[in-house]
């Protein structure tokens, strides 16, 4: 069991840096850009065509991939009030479980849509679907929607396994809430 936790310990860092580094540059220079577009607009009179598309796409593609960061962190979805309450009412082993459920129910969403989105990314690849402003194609920000879900899904059952080995241990007796928790 320890040389899957380091395993997957080296993956979630692995993932963590990379994304966590591109993501965070990645929203700088979408920001920089809506700046500059706003400048543009307001006090030129012009705007880039294809702008306002390449904004939306590309805040959303890097939203979808820093996701991947956030349930790294179990920071996407966090109810800190729902685990103090059960944590301070002494119910340990029902947070236990419900960390176990709640990665599982993450697991079946995201692969879900991983899995199921590779038809409409097929769709647009095959009928060259374009943005509004019908310059950008639609085929990349579906894939990376869809590289965001599948490995946010491969997170989730990784911290899934070690919910499951972390209750076989009974590591939820030692007392200490976990602030951050995807519960």
Known sequence: MDGFLALSQRIKSLIDSLLGAAASVMMLILTGFALLEIVRRYLFGQAYEWGNDALVLGMIGTVSLYFCVTQIRRSHLVMNAIV????????????????IVVS????????????????????????????????????????????????????????????????????????????????
């Open 84 to 99: 103090q309450l059960l944590h301070a009412r002494g119910f340990l082993k029902t947070i236990g479980v419900l960390k």
């Open 104 to 183: 599982a129910l993450v697991v079946v969403f995201c692969l879900t849509i991983g899995v199921t989105g590779w038809s409409t990314l097929e769709y647009s690849w095959a009928r060259d679907l374009r943005s509004y402003s019908l310059i950008l194609p639609l085929a990349p920000f579906y894939l990376t929607l869809m590289i965001g879900f599948l490995l946010m899904g491969l997170l989730a059952f990784l911290q899934f396994i070690e919910d499951i080995i972390s209750f076989a241990r009974k590591e939820y007796l030692d007392g200490e809430i976990e602030l951050v928790t995807d519960v």
